[in-house]
């Protein structure tokens, strides 16, 4: 389904910012133990040698403040000491392992290789999934309207689309290929990027004694990096006794983002549906559902997967459900996850071949997306020319419903673009002007609509 340069109506406002996961200035309120900053420290300093309490603090994530009691405490029991430092305090001091802190960094590796930004705790990133759920998005017809002003879609199908996504349930796209059931997805993610908000997710969460790892960068689009960048300028010069402890508003162990749009095909097997353990590491990775929460997770071509859609649809039944998953860890222990994402189910297939009707009713919205009317074709059609710079003429569009669309051969959104694909290819090959004549029409449609 092609894009349309419309003439853009003003910008409807976008949602108002979230409330960001407030800075701990405790031990209790960052959901974090003494063990587990010490052990962080240790890993830092084995694998760098040597470090300043700010870096330590900032590679942590941390305020310099939690950080410090870490320090004292290994300080004391001799697994660091102080190489050198300013007299402006503990945060400019250098730290150095000891003999006996290089053996209870090697242990602490042993448990976890993980060395990075702190994690949060599970019962943090489950509130903050709450507060950024997709149903709590403000969706009226004017944003939505704005978000697919570029696509050339059929009447009455924003009245369709709207409720669904206020709902934040499941959306069942399904009709004949090639008219833009993807593209609609995908503007639904737009509309999400762009007057949901943006949301937090943390690098990592701890539960059950185990670290699983959430951000993504190349699935997260962040929108923090002037304020990353300010608070660290503020934090290296170290003018003031004080300044290492300056706190900022925002836990650094979250970023923000936009709300994610997690597209998948073919390729899905259920065991990308549970936790990614690596045994060399000790840690684990959260699956793609997982980190889509509070955004969209597509299931592209569904149907088509190497798992069968009924396995598939079970291991849903009860999150679709419920708005909550089950992760099982390796020692065999479960717990439960959010299940916060718009859902989009899209297939050329018979949704009566594919799921019985006891699935398609959790699946609270089915849209169809049929083939374009001759009024819609023709306008995708002059779209495609223009975009192409090929001088339109309607006796293609005529052309084409007279050989094919008017003989039992439905129209596609698609066919506008791939026929003037292979026009373009032709007159390029032959060094001539490309124009839409009745020669390269019929050169063109007897190779696309060809039976092989």
């Given at each position: 389904?092609?894009?349309?340069?419309?003439?853009?109506?003003?910008?409807?406002?976008?949602?108002?910012?979230?409330?960001?996961?407030?800075?701990?200035?405790?031990?209790?309120?960052?959901?974090?133990?003494?063990?587990?900053?010490?052990?962080?420290?240790?890993?830092?300093?084995?694998?760098?040698?040597?470090?300043?309490?700010?870096?330590?603090?900032?590679?942590?994530?941390?305020?310099?403040?939690?950080?410090?009691?870490?320090?004292?405490?290994?300080?004391?029991?001799?697994?660091?000491?102080?190489?050198?430092?300013?007299?402006?305090?503990?945060?400019?001091?250098?730290?150095?392992?000891?003999?006996?802190?290089?053996?209870?960094?090697?242990?602490?590796?042993?448990?976890?290789?993980?060395?990075?930004?702190?994690?949060?705790?599970?019962?943090?990133?489950?509130?903050?999934?709450?507060?950024?759920?997709?149903?709590?998005?403000?969706?009226?017809?004017?944003?939505?309207?704005?978000?697919?002003?570029?696509?050339?879609?059929?009447?009455?199908?924003?009245?369709?689309?709207?409720?669904?996504?206020?709902?934040?349930?499941?959306i069942f796209i399904y009709g004949p290929?090639?008219?833009?059931?993807?593209?609609?997805?995908?503007?639904?993610?737009?509309?999400?990027?762009?007057?949901?908000?943006?949301?937090?997710?943390?690098?990592?969460?701890?539960?059950?004694?185990?670290?699983?790892?959430?951000?993504?960068?190349?699935?997260?689009?962040?929108?923090?990096?002037?304020?990353?960048?300010?608070?660290?300028?503020?934090?290296?010069?170290?003018?003031?006794?004080?300044?290492?402890?300056?706190?900022?508003?925002?836990?650094?162990?979250?970023?923000?983002?936009?709300?994610?749009?997690?597209?998948?095909?073919?390729?899905?097997?259920?065991?990308?549906?549970?936790?990614?353990?690596?045994?060399?590491?000790?840690?684990?990775?959260?699956?793609?559902?997982?980190?889509?929460?509070?955004?969209?997770?597509?299931?592209?071509?569904?149907?088509?997967?190497?798992?069968?859609?009924?396995?598939?649809?079970?291991?849903?039944?009860?999150?679709?459900?419920?708005?909550?998953?089950?992760?099982?860890?390796?020692?065999?222990?479960?717990?439960?996850?959010?299940?916060?994402?718009?859902?989009?189910?899209?297939?050329?297939?018979?949704?009566?071949?594919?799921?019985?009707?006891?699935?398609?009713?959790?699946?609270?919205?089915?849209?169809?997306?049929?083939?374009?009317?001759?009024?819609?074709?023709?306008?995708?059609?002059?779209?495609?020319?223009?975009?192409?710079?090929?001088?339109?003429?309607?006796?293609?569009?005529?052309?084409?419903?007279?050989?094919?669309?008017?003989?039992?051969?439905?129209?596609?959104?698609?066919?506008?673009?791939?026929?003037?694909?292979?026009?373009?290819?032709?007159?390029?090959?032959?060094?001539?002007?490309?124009?839409?004549?009745?020669?390269?029409?019929?050169?063109?449609?007897?190779?696309?609509?060809?039976?092989?």
């Amino acid at each position: 389904m092609p894009t349309s340069p419309r003439t853009h109506a003003p910008r409807p406002s976008a949602a108002p910012p979230l409330l960001a996961p407030a800075c701990p200035t405790s031990l209790a309120d960052s959901g974090l133990n003494l063990t587990q900053i010490c052990d962080l420290i240790l890993k830092q300093l084995y694998l760098q040698g040597n470090l300043l309490g700010i870096q330590i603090a900032r590679q942590a994530r941390l305020p310099f403040l939690l950080v410090d009691e870490g320090l004292r405490f290994l300080k004391d029991e001799k697994c660091i000491e102080v190489a050198s430092g300013e007299l402006i305090g503990p945060a400019s001091y250098r730290f150095n392992l000891t003999d006996l802190g290089r053996h209870r960094a090697r242990e602490a590796f042993e448990q976890c290789r993980y060395v990075g930004p702190a994690p949060v705790s599970l019962e943090a990133y489950v509130k903050q999934c709450g507060l950024q759920a997709v149903a709590g998005t403000d969706c009226s017809p004017e944003t939505l309207r704005e978000a697919f002003q570029d696509l050339i879609i059929r009447p009455n199908l924003l009245e369709e689309l709207g409720p669904a996504v206020c709902s934040g349930k499941s959306i069942f796209i399904y009709g004949p290929p090639g008219n833009g059931k993807t593209m609609i997805a995908k503007g639904l993610g737009r509309f999400l990027n762009n007057f949901g908000g943006d949301i937090y997710i943390p690098y990592a969460i701890h539960t059950e004694g185990s670290i699983i790892t959430l951000f993504d960068p190349t699935l997260h689009e962040t929108t923090d990096e002037a304020d990353l960048a300010e608070r660290h300028g503020f934090d290296t010069s170290l003018a003031n006794p004080n300044q290492g402890r300056r706190q900022t508003d925002t836990d650094l162990r979250w970023r923000r983002i936009k709300r994610p749009v997690v597209i998948t095909g073919g390729e899905l097997t259920l065991d990308m549906l549970d936790l990614r353990y690596n045994r060399t590491s000790n840690f684990y990775t959260g699956p793609l559902h997982i980190k889509a929460n509070g955004g969209v997770f597509l299931i592209d071509d569904f149907g088509r997967q190497i798992v069968s859609p009924r396995d598939l649809l079970n291991r849903w039944i009860l999150p679709l459900e419920e708005r909550i998953d089950y992760m099982t860890l390796a020692t065999g222990k479960k717990f439960s996850v959010p299940f916060e994402q718009l859902i989009i189910f899209s297939t050329n297939l018979d949704p009566q071949e594919l799921v019985d009707e006891a699935f398609l009713r959790r699946i609270r919205h089915k849209i169809k997306i049929g083939p374009p009317t001759r009024d819609l074709f023709t306008e995708i059609f002059q779209l495609c020319c223009a975009q192409r710079n090929v001088p339109y003429t309607p006796a293609a569009v005529d052309y084409l419903y007279l050989n094919f669309y008017d003989q039992d051969k439905p129209p596609r959104s698609s066919d506008p673009r791939d026929l003037l694909e292979i026009i373009q290819s032709i007159c390029r090959f032959r060094n001539q002007e490309t124009l839409l004549s009745a020669e390269l029409m019929a050169e063109s449609t007897e190779r696309f609509f060809c039976q092989v």
